[in-house]
């Protein structure tokens, strides 16, 4: 594809339930990042990997949250029982690699509403 | 930390005025600095960057210097139009976590007519 993609691009759920969040990175760009935005605390960073190995998991907010990558393409980002603080847009970026000035581009995020 | 702080908005311009949104940064090391833009409805995208001191980024007018001495990347713009309005969010990384974005607060930018 053209560029990154996200899907659900919304997702209603209540509390309590398990979600997944997809992201598939432009091809061949081996680093992809998911960060959160909230209105309470801005564009928060939660995990990345360069390829399928996840290197800084720091940013994710507790042991609810997971995140895998397989075949160096898509990732997924799961929130076990979900909490309405959990509500938020989740945003997924891809950089062709690990270099200093590479610029980071973004999907349209998924928009989570947790009821 | 590595941390931005970015001005407060939300910021209200007539057309054609001068705008410049401050944004310092605390880091060690040198970091890349950023600023993106988030049009109504639209997604995140990379306006400008400078990856070492005193380099200029500029892209659709508008320039941002980065200055080591001050820890600053301050963004200007000469003269600005309704189709800027967009929130603006100042951003560093640095190689050494993995370029992980940082971002400031955001400024909200509305442009009048």
């Known amino acids: 594809g053209a560029g990154v993609s996200q899907s659900p691009s919304n997702k209603v759920t209540e509390k309590g339930k398990d979600v997944e969040l997809r992201c598939d990175p432009i091809s061949g760009h081996t680093a992809l990042y998911w960060y959160r935005q909230s209105l309470g605390q801005g564009l928060e960073f939660l995990i990345y990997?360069?390829?399928?190995?996840?290197?800084?998991k720091s940013g994710l907010p507790s042991d609810r949250f997971s995140a895998e990558r397989t075949g160096g393409s898509v990732s997924t980002l799961t929130i076990q029982r979900t909490q309405q603080e959990d509500s938020a847009v989740y945003l997924c970026?891809?950089?062709?690699?690990?270099?200093?000035?590479?610029?980071?581009?973004f999907g349209p995020g998924t928009r989570l509403t947790v009821l | 930390g590595n941390s931005v702080t970015q001005m407060e908005g939300p910021v209200t311009l007539s057309e054609e005025a001068f705008l410049t949104i401050n944004c310092t940064y605390t880091a060690t090391g040198y970091p890349s600095l950023f600023w993106y833009v988030q049009y109504p409805g639209e997604g995140l995208q990379l306006l400008l960057k400078?990856?070492?001191?005193?380099d200029k980024g500029s892209n659709k007018g508008f320039e941002a210097t980065y200055r080591k001495e001050t820890t600053s990347f301050h963004l200007e713009k000469g003269s600005v139009q309704v189709s800027d309005s967009a929130v603006y969010f100042c951003a560093l990384s640095a190689l050494e976590y993995g370029n992980k974005l940082v971002f400031g607060a955001g400024t909200i930018l509305r442009v009048k007519s």
């Open positions: 400078a990856t070492k001191a005193d």
């Open positions: 990997f360069q390829g399928n190995s996840a290197p800084d």
């Open positions: 970026a891809s950089s062709l690699a690990l270099l200093a000035d590479n610029e980071q581009f």
